[in-house]
């Protein structure tokens, strides 16, 4: 009959080499896209390095973590079902952080004792320690116990009559570093917002999925992060290892309807409090300094072991980042906060690239092998598409070197031979949440209710190096 389909081998082996041809255009042209984006990135930090525009800061460790606090600061940990980590968390702050003008304060929920008893237990007699309890049964969202801590603060500072010049932020899992604080206290003087860096913690028992954070942190957070400052761009807060002024937490708080500086309704309530705070017109400062030891003065944290866990982690950024933060924080109309907003929300559209990039893959696998077996013809690309394929050749060799560079400087070479290596599985990932993160986006628009969507933490960087320094 005239409209019967046609299922012959040869005519499907023909039609897969039509996927893959369409699938390889799409993929070449926006990969390409994308290199260029990191290109111009890599462009502007090595100018910057090379003028002395970002000179390479030193400190002397001894001297900051002798120095006192110019004035009263506090800490805000917000925690809930955090018993396994917020201990040693609390404990290594209170011995690497003596100053006594410092009070923690440690958010909890009612309906979470295991995580209050853990903070009791760790804190002792530290009379720095203030634990905050929500009244509401947790989660809630991060950015709700925040607020409560923060109103914990302020009805401290009417009681005492004291203020506090310096908030700093801190997640229950973090490893803090002994001259952070002093540094932060100096710098934030003349700022209103100080942002350190972040080291992920290498994980031997997860050398993969754990430790794969430790080359995107050492790239973003060694040169995206640089040339973000040095342009004078928004600095979007890591949530960790950041210290904010009083004043301007206080501004934020009141353009906030006074429910306090952090928004409720946002899952990545540290990013946007740091476009909120440029926008304001506050100072930003993205402050990269080494110890006198040559160690890089940062917040040390261990990051998710298993693929679920990365998976959610990163699906909430991108959930958050890209897709809310468009809704929520819109575009600019300057070129540095354009490019800047781009870069911060492709993660989806990148997470769709590398899919097709896959299937790609398996298209051209499946092909080949039709080949081998009699079925149809291959197929050879024009100069066009061979010059495509040649250009994303040569800029994935860059991208894996720079990756390379970034992380053999803080890790060692080793680490950094293994970044390279963790490129397909860091792609899966980012296939894998980007997905996650696009239901996400959907439910919420169908009126889901926003809660907070935490990773569980097992592991903390004290005990992990310690276990390390017993097995040498």
């Not at 430790?214 to 290892?241: N, Q, T, W, Y």
Request: glycine share 8%; net charge neutral.
């Amino acid at each position: 009959m005239g409209g019967d389909v046609d299922f012959s081998i040869e005519h499907l082996v023909s039609w897969l080499g039509v996927v893959e041809l369409e699938l390889l255009i799409f993929t070449s042209v926006f990969l390409l896209i994308g290199a260029l984006d990191e290109a111009l990135m890599d462009v502007f930090w090595f100018f910057l390095r090379l003028s002395g525009k970002v000179p390479a800061r030193r400190a002397n460790r001894s001297q900051l973590e002798a120095k006192p606090l110019s004035a009263p600061t506090a800490v805000m940990i917000a925690a809930w079902q955090e018993a396994r980590v917020i201990g040693g968390t609390i404990e290594h702050m209170c011995h690497a952080w003596p100053q006594a003008n410092l009070r923690i304060y440690v958010g909890c929920y009612c309906n979470d004792p295991a995580t209050i008893e853990a903070v009791m237990y760790a804190a002792q007699s530290d009379q720095r320690v203030r634990i905050v309890i929500h009244d509401q049964f947790g989660p809630t969202t991060k950015a709700d116990c925040l607020n409560r801590i923060y109103r914990a603060i302020c009805t401290d500072e009417a009681r005492s009559g004291t203020t506090r010049r310096m908030i700093v932020m801190h997640d229950a899992e973090d490893m803090v570093d002994p001259a952070a604080l002093a540094l932060m206290d100096g710098a934030i003087a003349n700022s209103d917002f100080v942002q350190l860096p972040v080291l992920p913690e290498p994980q031997h028992r997860s050398r993969w999925v754990g430790s794969h954070y430790c080359e995107e942190f050492a790239e973003a957070h060694g040169k995206a992060m640089v040339v973000r400052d040095a342009i004078g761009a928004a600095l979007p807060s890591a949530g960790v290892g950041c210290a904010f002024s009083r004043k301007i937490l206080s501004e934020m708080a009141w353009r906030n309807a006074g429910n306090g500086p952090f928004s409720e309704d946002s899952l990545t309530e540290d990013y946007e409090l740091g476009l909120r705070i440029k926008a304001a017109g506050g100072r930003s400062r993205f402050l990269r300094c080494r110890g006198d030891d040559g160690e890089l003065i940062a917040t040390r944290a261990c990051f998710p072991s298993h693929v679920g866990a990365a998976v959610r982690q990163k699906a909430r950024w991108l959930h958050g980042i890209a897709l809310q933060g468009w809704d929520r924080m819109g575009w600019s109309n300057t070129p540095v906060e354009l490019w800047m907003r781009w870069r911060d929300r492709r993660g989806p559209i990148s997470a769709l690239v590398l899919a097709a990039g896959y299937l790609l893959l398996i298209a051209t696998g499946l092909h080949i092998f039709c080949f081998w077996l009699g079925y149809g013809n291959l197929w050879y690309p024009g100069p066009l598409l061979t010059t495509l394929l040649a250009l994303n050749m040569v800029s994935f060799v860059w991208r894996a070197f720079i990756r390379f560079i970034f992380t053999a400087r803080e890790y060692g070479f080793s680490e950094g031979l293994n970044a390279v290596l963790r490129i397909p599985l860091a792609n899966l990932i980012a296939i894998m949440a980007g997905r996650r993160a696009l239901m996400a986006y959907f439910r919420a628009l169908g009126g889901g209710k926003l809660s907070w969507d935490k990773t569980r933490h097992d592991d903390h960087p004290p005990g992990m190096k310690q276990a390390r320094g017993a097995q040498s």
